[in-house]
Structures are given as C-alpha cells and as structure tokens.
C-alpha cells in the first residue's frame, strides 16, 4: 500500500503540471482519437445525452486508482476478517473525488486534472481511516508475499 501512496502521489504531481503548467494533456487529450479517455456531456441535465458541452476524464484517471483500490481489498482479505472495509471507504471516497472533480468541471468549465481531486480523496481518507482504528502501520507494511505454485500436468501424480 506504501507503493501505491509513493506512486500515485508523484501522479498528482505529474498531472497538475501536465494540465495547469502546460497545454500538451489538453491538446493530446481534444485531438487523439483513441480509446484513451471517456467523453461525457457536462450540460447532460439541459440537454441529456445529446449535450454539446463536453467533458473528458483520462483512462488513467481511472485506471490508476482502480489498482490502489483494488489493493486495499488485497490488504483486506489478507487480514482474514472478512471485511471490506478499507476497499468500501477507497471506493466511495473515489466516487467522492469524481463527483469533485465533475463538480469543478462544470464552475470553472476549463480542463482540471482529476487526479488532483481524486489522490487525496482515494489515498487520503482510507489512511485517515487507518489511523483512527490503529491499523496505520499495518496498511503501511502490507507487501504480498509470492506464494510458490506447481504446475501440475495431465496425467501427472502427486507424491
């Protein structure tokens, strides 16, 4: 989990030069025709789906908080309590920073880096919450251990 911190706070850095310092992820982000972005219409309550005013969220703005996500539920099955407790709180607090970062979307109506919203959100209240039921340090030394496994073949016995 201390990776997945480490590396998605050097993101938030990255993307906030990219989309404030520069206009390279705008430009690649408007002119790129590929599967790299999801395109929705910010104006969708006035004029539904047909909306012209459109808004784009990178494939890595969602991506890349999915695999932190994802690893919180790791930490919680590995603890062997049957909760998902820190996957639900990443969850929501990630539904929490998109709904941010729409919201500064449609005030500002100028491109924001999401990850700006969404780092402290999916990063920042699963560790809060950590630290409110002692389990800092324990979120923060969790490592997958690799476990070996034999490939068995057809036909082939156990001995």
């Not at 998605?8 to 690649?28: K, N, Q, R």
Request: proline share 4%; net charge neutral; glycine share 10%.
């Amino acid at each position: 989990v201390k990776n997945g911190c480490i590396l998605l706070s050097l993101l938030f850095f990255y993307d906030i030069f990219w989309v404030f310092g520069t206009e390279v992820m705008v430009e690649v982000a408007k002119n790129l025709d590929a599967p790299i972005k999801v395109v929705f219409p910010m104006d969708f309550f006035e004029n539904g789906i047909f909306g012209s005013n459109m808004a784009m969220l990178g494939l890595g703005d969602i991506v890349l908080p999915g695999v932190f996500i994802a690893l919180l539920l790791r930490y919680d099955v590995s603890k062997g309590e049957g909760s998902h407790f820190y996957f639900y709180i990443g969850f929501l607090s990630y539904i929490g920073g998109l709904g941010v970062t729409i919201g500064i979307l449609t005030i500002f109506n100028a491109a924001q880096p999401a990850l700006l919203y969404l780092v402290p959100a999916c990063v920042g209240i699963p560790l809060l919450a950590s630290l409110i039921k002692g389990e800092f340090n324990s979120l923060m030394a969790y490592n997958e251990k690799r476990k070996k496994y034999r490939l068995r073949l057809c036909g082939e016995t156990t001995a």
